[in-house]
């Protein structure tokens, strides 16, 4: 397995000592991206809010600044990013304002009608059967909650060639803002909304429940 096809896979699913590298790398290289998405919907301070796919933890962290008055969830399938997100966070955690814990998108272990926004950064392209992933978000989101994806990787001919080969690496998929769009509607989320930054390859989708 050649380097590239080895780090697509310990995106999609971080563990051991490369993994924790690639985490922690992620808490750093994610932080423009994220910051930028972040400008697109606003955090009421007593929001409840679901970050999935939370990786290193960092996101959890800005979030539950935020959300001061609110609570803050994590989940991640891989089991090594629930103990870094943990330690990332383990203030707060002991505060009760976040919670972390494994499980996959597709099967979240929360009630119905429960977050005010659904946050998913850099994590959609390795999601499977993702009109399901979007219907169970949607399930878990409260009436008019948002579900925001941020992702630093678009389909674009400015970037084909750098994203033909991450694609060809690994088990990676890549979307059209369009395409993402069309999955919300499908999924019947209204209003949804995106933005990119076409130099940098960035894109923030939206849709309201």
Request: aromatic share 12%.
């Amino acid at each position: 397995m050649d380097e590239l096809s080895q780090q697509i896979n310990q995106c999609k699913k971080p563990s051991g000592e490369q993994g924790k590298l690639l985490a922690d790398r992620m808490n750093e290289s994610h932080y423009a991206v994220t910051s930028w998405g972040m400008e697109q919907f606003s955090i009421a301070p007593d929001s409840i809010i679901l970050d999935v796919g939370c990786g290193g933890g960092r996101t959890i962290h800005r979030i539950a600044a935020m959300a001061s008055k609110g609570k803050v969830f994590g989940i991640d399938y891989s089991p090594d990013c629930v103990a870094w997100s943990s330690a990332y966070n383990a203030e707060w955690i002991r505060e009760g304002r976040v919670e972390i814990l494994q499980s996959a998108v597709n099967e979240l272990p929360f009630e119905d009608n429960y977050f005010d926004i659904v946050t998913a950064v850099e994590t959609v392209y390795f999601w499977p059967d993702l009109a399901e992933c979007f219907k169970e978000i949607k399930r878990a989101l409260k009436p008019a909650g948002k579900f925001v994806i941020i992702n630093e990787v678009y389909k674009s001919e400015l970037f084909r060639e750098r994203n033909e080969a991450y694609t060809a690496a690994g088990d990676m998929q890549i979307f059209t803002p369009e395409e993402l769009k069309k999955y919300l509607e499908e999924a019947q989320f209204k209003n949804v909304t995106t933005a990119v930054v076409e130099a940098k390859n960035w894109l923030c989708c939206i849709g309201e429940k």
